[in-house]
């Protein structure tokens, strides 16, 4: 279970780099552009791919002060997952947040990405946020970087605020992957009872975006959670 464990977060990590800042900022530039053509269909063709997410693409427009590109590509291709992206745009005036917020964070992706956890933490330690976009990805990067360093109990409850914060601004496929390696940390723990918490958590998530290969991953990980459960009972 383990090994299984160590392979899914390493396909997470690969979703990691799908939405890493070249490529959102690749989109976000034929985003501007499109909207500076008019052009429906282009927009439509971008907002239609999940990697990068459309809710980080919206987010680096919204950076640039490009807030009306941002809220047509809100728009352009609704489904589940974006929804809720453009009630959360147009309520962007009150989640004011520090001026040197994006700079931390953009230091502490990349020295995730350098494998240089101790760093992540340093460049985020004080740093709070409202509940947005940038406090997601804080929470998530957190959370990811307390796992990689082997520190799971302090892991777990970073992802589950990433998780519920992303779920409360309707961000379901950030929920459900956070949701998700939440309840990783738990199984690292053995801790049977924490991994089905949070995997039927990462299963609601799932049945509300429709996807049967996310309910049958996360049926995966409550079948182990229960085998872990027997095995300490």
């Known amino acids: 279970m383990r090994q299984a464990s160590a392979i899914l977060l390493l396909l997470l990590l690969c979703v990691t780099t799908a ?6 900022d690749a989109v ?21 791919q999940d990697h990068p997410d459309p809710w980080l693409v919206a987010d680096a427009l919204e950076a ?4 009306a590109e941002a809220r047509r590509f809100a728009r352009a291709a609704l489904r589940i997952d974006v929804q809720g992206l453009p009630a959360y745009l147009k309520a962007r005036s009150k989640r004011e947040a520090p001026a ?34 940038l406090a997601v990805r804080m929470h ?21 605020a990433a998780a519920e914060m992303a779920e409360g601004l309707e961000w379901w496929a950030q929920a459900s992957d956070a949701f998700y390696l ?8 053995d801790d049977g009872k924490g991994m089905h918490a949070l995997f ?7 049945e509300r975006l429709q996807s049967k290969m ?19 009972e």
């Open 19 to 24: 939405n890493g800042a070249d490529a959102i």
């Open 28 to 48: 976000a530039d034929r985003v501007v552009a499109a909207a500076k053509t008019d052009d429906a269909d282009a927009l439509r063709a971008l907002a239609s």
């Open 64 to 67: 640039r002060g490009a807030h």
């Open 100 to 133: 040197d917020a994006r700079k931390r964070l953009t230091l502490a992706s990349g020295a995730f990405a350098a494998q240089k956890h101790e760093q992540v933490l340093g460049h985020l330690d004080g740093l709070t946020l409202p509940a947005s976009v």
């Open 140 to 160: 998530t990067l957190r959370g990811r970087a307390l796992h990689a360093l082997g520190r799971y109990a302090q892991a777990a409850p970073c992802l589950v």
């Open 182 to 189: 939440a309840g990783l940390t738990h199984d690292y723990r």
């Open 200 to 206: 039927s958590r990462h299963l609601q998530v799932e």
């Open 214 to 232: 996310g309910q049958g991953r996360a049926h995966y990980r409550l079948g182990n959670a229960h085998i872990v459960s027997e095995q300490w």
